[in-house]
Each structure stands twice: as C-alpha cells, then as structure tokens.
C-alpha cells in the first residue's frame, strides 16, 4: 500500500504483513482485501471488507480507516467542534507547511526521533497531513504506519512509511500488534483522551513503549526575542545569518497569527486548534488510569516541552 514503485516480490511482503495486522476500527473484526487494482507492484485502489460488512477504500495508495459517522459513540456537538477544529488545522498546514512537525531540519523533531527509538513495527498517531519526517529513515524499523484524518488521498509523497487515515479513538490495528507509538504533539488533539490511551494500550506489544511530546505544567512565558532564537534553533531555513532566520521566522509567524486569530473556536473548545489542553501532571494521571507506568521523562525541549515515555504496568 505503499506509494513508491517496489518490485512484486517486495509488495508481497509488505501486504501480508500490513494487511495481516488490520481490523475494522469499530467492531475489531478481520479485514480482508477485494476489487483491488495493481500496477507496476503495489495497490493503487481496492476495498477492505470487514467480517460486519463494513467497507474501508484503498485510494491512490492512501487506505482509509476512518470510522463512520453513524458508529461514532462521542457527543455530536463535541464531534462537530472537532471537526471544526480539522479543518482549522488542514488550513495553517497547507498555508505555513515549514512551521508544522515535517521539516527535516527542526532540532526538535530530530530530537524525537532518538527520544523514541524506533524500532519493529511502528505507529505514528496524528502525524498530519504530511509524512512525519521522524519515521523515515530508521534501520531498525521493519514496518512503519503514519495515521491522521487529514491524510489526502492525493498525496503523492514518495515514502517508505505506510499512510492512513484514522483516528487515535478507534485504532484498526490488532492487539499487541507494535513496538513502539508515537504522539508527536497531537495528544491533546485528540476528541476523547482516555478512549485513545486504551486503544494504544491494547495494539501495544507487552514490552513496546509508547512516546508522547506533550507540554509542562507550567508554561514559561520567556520574551519576544527569546522566542524567535528558540525557534530559529528548531528550524533552519537556509544558510543564512541568524539574524536572517529570526527576521524570516517572525514574519512567518505573524502572518500564521493573524489568520489563526480570524479563525472562529468552535463551542466546546478551548482554541482555534484544541479542544482542551493536556499538560503533563493530567496526562500523566490518565496514563495511570490506565494501568500505565512511566519509565522516562527529558525537558524542556524548546520553552515548555516535555518528552514522556510510557509502558504497560
């Protein structure tokens, strides 16, 4: 189900093992693949059919897992707001792609990478509508899953990383299927935290490990020219002076401001982008909710990020 052209042989491999792993994000039932259609060795469109007679598409490479709205079990206004949120987001991703978490040069997103250690079989969860640079590129990954709802079915990136779209509530993965779970920042997107951490608690392996990037509880307030050196450390435009960068970063930024601040927050929202904040000491107390443990903990990262690491207790 990848995108970039690989041999049969390859492709065989690759959808035994993709496929092998999903269920329907609903019901948890088998899935299987019909009506498909291959070219130069991989699915360029096809059917997933459940056991429940629920049908998930395979278009230009992109497999959508996404639930339907009729088995949504989440307050409907709630949803709405949700959704409202989406597509606040898809705009400041489309407008201001070199500020989101897919620029290769963010020290931070590479930071994140070795934070999490990626190996076996991996799940990024909410990696947005690009491919999230941080799983591309591991030796020790055999299998690698982006998911996000805002994955377009024309995306055209050339990757090595399988993409879906999905969401963290309703996760069409077997049990105990990975290795590693990542969150990059996108935890506190989700609609119903505590329902996601159980559905990554179950898809985890006993031994795998789950990385979250989240904020600190207290939120430092530093000045304007504190914040553009910070951020000009986490993305390099080019090699231009420092000066350069923080003019260039600025400039960006305030224009990225000026049209978040036009964009309306939904009813039930906390901003144009969250429905509610989740710092660290509440995630850390619905992880042990959940009967997960702590192992590892590094920040601040920038001003006021934190990257935890998780287990099942």
Same mark, same amino acid.
């Given at each position: 189900m990848r995108l970039v052209l690989i041999s049969i042989i390859q492709i065989r491999v690759l959808l035994k093992e993709t496929l092998g792993i999903l269920v329907d994000p609903v019901s948890k039932s088998s899935l299987k693949l019909a009506d498909n259609r291959i070219r130069d060795g991989h699915i360029i469109d096809g059917?997933?059919?459940? &056991?429940s007679g629920n049908e998930y598409i395979i278009q230009n490479g992109i497999v959508d897992l996404m639930?339907?709205?009729?088995?949504?079990?989440?307050?409907?206004?709630?949803?709405?707001?949700w959704d409202k949120l989406q597509d606040n987001g898809e705009i400041v991703y489309a407008k201001f792609p070199e500020l989101n978490c897919a620029v290769k040069t963010r020290n931070d997103m590479n930071e994140f990478k070795k934070f999490c250690s990626f190996h076996g079989v991996v799940l990024d969860v909410g990696c947005g509508p690009r491919m999230p640079i941080y799983l591309e590129n591991n030796k020790n990954v055999r299998l690698a899953i982006g998911m996000d709802p805002l994955i377009s079915f024309n995306n055209n990136l050339l990757s090595?990383?399988?993409l879906f779209r999905g969401i963290g &509530?309703?996760?069409p993965f077997k049990d105990e299927t990975f290795d590693v779970i990542s969150f990059a920042t996108s935890f506190d997107h989700m609609i119903e935290p505590i329902t996601v951490l159980k559905e990554v608690r179950r898809i985890l392996k006993k031994d795998g490990t789950m990385c979250f990037w989240i904020n600190d509880d207290i939120p430092a307030?530093?000045?304007i020219v504190k914040r553009a050196i910070n951020k000009a450390k986490r993305t390099i435009f080019s090699k231009k002076s420092s000066k350069e960068i923080i003019t260039t970063q600025l400039q960006?930024?305030?224009?990225?401001?000026?049209?978040?601040?036009k964009m309306e927050i939904p009813e039930g929202a906390e901003d144009q982008f969250h429905l509610k904040h989740i710092r660290n000491s509440e995630f850390d107390s619905l992880c042990r909710s959940v009967k997960l443990k702590q192992i590892e903990k590094i920040g601040p990262i920038t001003i006021n990020d934190l990257f935890v690491k998780y287990q099942k207790a």
């Open positions: 059917v997933l059919v459940s &056991e639930p339907k709205r009729s088995d949504i079990s989440i307050d409907k206004k709630l949803l709405a707001a090595d990383v399988d &509530e309703f996760l307030k530093p000045s960006r930024e305030n224009e990225q401001k000026a049209i978040v601040q």
